[in-house]
Structure formats: structure tokens, C-alpha cells
């Protein structure tokens, strides 16, 4: 199989790394708005298919291709069952925003794969090309999670776990298990809610106490651009979507 990995160390793509996790995780916190988000497709789509085009340089034109079409489906409301489901079951969230002007973002490819074909060689050691490699792959899985906030609130619902979970899904809300997150008790609820979105997430600890039962909300999240007083936003959507129509009592 034909590599080209002194690919990696092209000043090219390592500037829209760099770009991609200075975005991510310094002026998307800062400054989150539709620019932050527009950095990050045009950076992700640069270096995504170039990174795979190093290590399958025979297979540049479908990686470009595969990549195009795996973006539209991404950005469109077609991808949101199959997140849903992966959310479902993984401690790994992924999230993105539909938001077709992404889509923009697309005229990146052929300068990307300009530089792929035509880069000047530079010498790198395979100790910098692993190093490399490792951070491109934080960074692409990194820029796809969803906005996170922590909460550590308790609620008492009168009645059985098995009655509050029934009580949620008359609610219109979706609850699943999440293995491996906080405890073994963890639930993932999809909360309909005119966000940014249709939903918000939340992750709660159920736990049934006698005749009683405790809902701990862990965090709440969504897969929206960063937005001012995300905290008390997402909280009154869960008080009023969950903790008032359920009856629930604050400890």
C-alpha cells in the first residue's frame, strides 16, 4: 500500500491543525458564534481527508470524494437518528450543528488536495510524524463533541424508577442507559426543547429509594454552538421540561 506520511508534516496541514484545536478550545469558548463554527468546518475539511491521503496516497481522489459526501450527510437532518443512536450507547458523544451555509465550507477541498498532490517534501523523524498524527486525531474527534455543562442537582419523584421513566417517555422524552458514566445508574434523555435545535441531552443518575425515587442530574448538553449563560439556560429547560411537569421535589 503506497504512504506518503512526510505528508503530515507539511506546514499546511499542520497550521489548520493548529487552527482547528486554537478554534475548538480557545475562541469557541471565548467567542462562540457562527465564525467559530465556520473556522472549524474549513479547518477539519483541509486536514481530514489530507491526513488519510498520507497513509492511502493511491486512494487520494475517493478519500476527497468520501469526504464530500460524508460532510453533506453529516450537516443534514438525514444523520440525526444514527447520532442519536451512537450517543445511545457510547461514553464517546458526537455532536454537529445542522446548519446547511456549512456547507460553504466544501470549496476547501480542492485547495487541500492541491497541497496533498503537489506539497514540497520535508523531512520529519517518525517520532514528529506519530506526534503529529496523535494530535490530528484529538482534533478531529475533539471539534465534533457537543457543547457540555455540569450540573449537580437532586430531585425526588414519588413513586418507583420504573414509574418515573414511564413518566418521562409520556413526557415525549427519550431515555437511555449510559454504561460507564458516573455510575452504573446513569440515563441519557433527549429533552425536546427550542434551543438551537429540537433537543437538548441530559445525563442523570436514577436511583429508587422505597416508594421514593432520586434523579441526580449530572450534565446537560447540546449540539449547538457555544451560547451565553448556557447554565441557567439549560437548567430552565430542565426544570420545566422535566422537574415541573413530573412533579418532582428539589433536595
Known sequence: MKTNTDLLASPAFVASVLLLLINDFVLKPQ??????????????LFAFPFF???????YRVPIYVGTAAAFIL???PLSGPWIDAWNSVSTFQVARVVDLSDLLALVVLPLS???????????????????????????????????????????????SDLA???????????????????????????????????????????????????MRLREMSHNCRPMPNEDAELLGIFMTKVVEPLGLRRL
Do not use: Q
Open 164 to 214: 418515573l421513566k414511564m413518566r418521562l417517555k409520556d413526557e415525549g422524552i427519550e431515555i437511555h442507559e449510559r454504561k460507564g458514566v458516573f455510575s452504573r445508574d446513569a440515563w441519557r434523555l433527549k429533552i425536546p426543547a427550542e434551543y438551537c435545535y429540537d433537543s437538548v441531552y441530559a445525563t442523570v443518575s436514577i436511583r429508587g429509594k422505597g416508594a421514593r425515587t432520586e
Open 52 to 58: 488519510f491521503a498520507a497513509f492511502f496516497a493511491g
Open 31 to 44: 467567542i462562540g458564534n457562527a465564525l467559530t463554527g465556520k473556522l472549524s468546518d474549513f479547518a477539519g
Open 74 to 76: 453529516w450537516k443534514s
Open 113 to 159: 488536495y492541491w497541497f496533498a498532490v503537489n506539497h514540497r517534501r520535508v523531512a520529519a523523524r517518525s517520532l514528529a510524524t506519530l506526534a503529529i498524527a496523535t494530535v490530528s486525531l484529538f482534533a478531529f474527534a475533539a471539534t465534533s463533541r457537543p457543547i457540555t455543562v455540569s450540573f449537580d442537582h437532586r430531585f425526588v419523584f414519588e413513586g
